[in-house]
């Protein structure tokens, strides 16, 4: 160090930022086209013709999703009313109040269950110790290199995890799809029971149809479900079961609204409505794990078929009418056999992303914590 701790001083975050507040709204930013940036809590929202700023400040999310986080913005820029500006005084270097900033937990200052907010009044006094202006600026340019490095193996570490996933869906297109010497069936064929689920009473909603022992599966539950579907967040009593359908375990359900082409297996017997096909297979003809590889490979053609509405969806008829590639037997068990396994290997591939990614973001703490310390 260039500079001995003695030189340090113990400062609160008031004593070296001022505040400001934004009483922009993204709702009246509609007829205000230029080149100046507006940001909000998730980047920038839009370029206006106007600015609140016209030197570089910090910004924090006060309400909200990403309440805490921390920005370093550019002069002549504005943020919207749900983050609250700090400028920093003459006595602290910008970008070393920024990466303190960043190293506080903000979670113990929040306020609000719904909409979570935290206050300038009660973080104001959390304390740093700050060295001289010279060696404020030595250490941001050691932490803006390391945080660029850093920056820069997750980017890699995402790509390489993107990659594993494209290349897997790859794989499953060019096994399953254009297959001229296979046959081609459409799902009805392979199965002893298609068709929609039933929910007939109107309003669907209606509180007399719940509460009972029967569960009662939705779009959510199956888009939410990891191949089987083992929860639910309704049932039907007798009364519901009336005017629907059970449909039994090992039942393939698709959905065909809103989200169309997510599959789920059901763990047990249970009713859906018609936003839901339920297909329970032949299990001479089809396997039906192959059946779910199939759905995905053909997600992106089934999806189109739903576009141009307000929500996307298919009918039956839709879903009834497409023809997909069925081989024997023995040929969907050894593609399900490749499949599994290389779903298995890009599993462990995101297992081991997601740790090195975790570890990156220790890591930045530890050096802050280090910074901070007095120890780079």
Known sequence: MNNTLEKWEEKTLEEV????SSNLSANKLDNCDGE???Y?????????NFYQQDKEYLAIIKDGAGVGRVYHYEPKSSVLGTLQYLFPKENINIRFAYYYLISLDFAKYY???AIPHIYYKDYKNERLVLPPLSEQQRIVGILDEAFENIEKAKQNTLQNLNNAKELFESYLTSILINKDDWDKK???????DFGR?????????????????????QTGDIRNSDHFITEYTQTYNEVGLAQSKLWPKGTLCITIAANIAETGVLTFDACFPDSVIGCVFDETKTNIDYVEYLLQSFKAILQAEGKGSAQDNINLGTFEKQYFPFPDKPTQDKIVNKLDNMRKNIANLEQIYTQKLQDLDEL?????????????
């Open 40 to 48: 909000g809590a998730s980047g920038l929202v839009k370029k206006v």
């Open 186 to 192: 459409k799902l009805s064929e392979v199965c002893i």
């Open 364 to 376: 930045k703490q530890s050096i802050l914590q280090k910074a901070f310390n007095g120890e780079l």
């Open 36 to 38: 100046y940036p507006v």
């Open 17 to 20: 930022l001022d505040k400001g």
């Open 197 to 217: 689920g039933r929910s007939r009473h109107r309003p669907r909603n209606d509180k007399k149809l719940y509460g009972g022992q029967y569960p009662f599966i």
């Open 111 to 113: 306020q609000g269950a």
